[in-house]
């Protein structure tokens, strides 16, 4: 299995709505990503997990918050959300050291918050 | 931290032609440099990377070259096809000990026209 899935694929949420997206790795990565992206913008990093440990918080609003229950699973939980969130939130996974280097992003999840 | 920066915006093309896209980076530490293609409502997706200590590598149309000292890196894509037009992004990292954080370029739209 050379994949990240994602799910759902598409989501709308009202704002005082209570949703989780989900990402999921048998690659043996120890690395995972979440990263947001807006039209017509580069992705951009929110979250780093290593070894199922929060390494990297790039400042962001903590109605989204991060969960990495075991080495192949990571969620992005989502409360209160603002409508300019909406964007494509993309998972991805890396191995960690060893020379092995690159990203596989899953195919995102749109979220649109109404 | 990281910055990149990535030139032209937006590249049009003939079928056939040559396109050159440009990155630089800021941080002299940066040990690894990955391209992605993304299609419209799709993933990123990886389409050739260089690590610091090569400066020049081929995959078929596709070459990627680096200059450390300038801090510079460029895509070169030979004989362009209309599969070929997406946007194209770049990227730096420092592989970290325990993962890799990319940080991404603005993104070049190219055309590929018939």
């Known amino acids: 299995d050379t994949e990240v899935t994602q799910t759902p694929k598409h989501l709308v949420m009202g704002m005082t709505n209570k949703k989780s997206l989900k990402c999921e790795q048998h690659?043996?990565?120890?690395?995972m990503y979440w990263y947001k992206q807006k039209a017509k913008k580069p992705p951009e990093l929110m979250f780093v997990y290593s070894y199922e440990k929060l390494s990297i918080n790039e400042s962001v609003p903590s109605r989204f918050s991060p969960e990495c229950p075991n080495s192949s699973l990571l969620n992005l939980h989502l409360h209160a959300l603002q409508p300019e969130d909406s964007a494509l939130y993309l998972c991805?996974?890396?191995?960690?050291?060893?020379?092995?280097?690159?990203?596989?992003f899953g195919s995102g999840t749109r979220l649109t918050v109404v | 931290g990281e910055n990149v920066e990535q030139h032209p915006s937006t590249l049009s093309v003939q079928e056939g032609d040559s396109a050159v896209i440009k990155c630089t980076y800021s941080?002299?530490?940066?040990?690894?440099f990955p391209w992605y293609k993304q299609e419209l409502g799709k993933r990123p997706q990886l389409i050739i990377d260089?690590?610091?200590?090569?400066g020049e590598k081929k995959d078929q149309r596709i070459a990627v070259t680096l200059n450390k000292t300038a801090k510079h890196f460029s895509l070169h894509i030979t004989e362009t096809q209309p599969e070929d037009s997406a946007v194209y992004f770049c990227?730096?990292?420092?592989?970290?000990?325990?993962?890799?954080?990319?940080?991404f370029g603005t993104g070049t739209r190219l055309l590929v026209s018939p």
């Open positions: 690659m043996g990565h120890r690395a």
């Open positions: 990227a730096a990292s420092l592989m970290n000990t325990g993962f890799q954080k990319l940080v």
């Open positions: 941080d002299s530490a940066s040990n690894y």
């Open positions: 991805a996974s890396s191995h960690v050291g060893g020379g092995s280097y690159g990203y596989t």
């Open positions: 260089i690590r610091s200590n090569v």
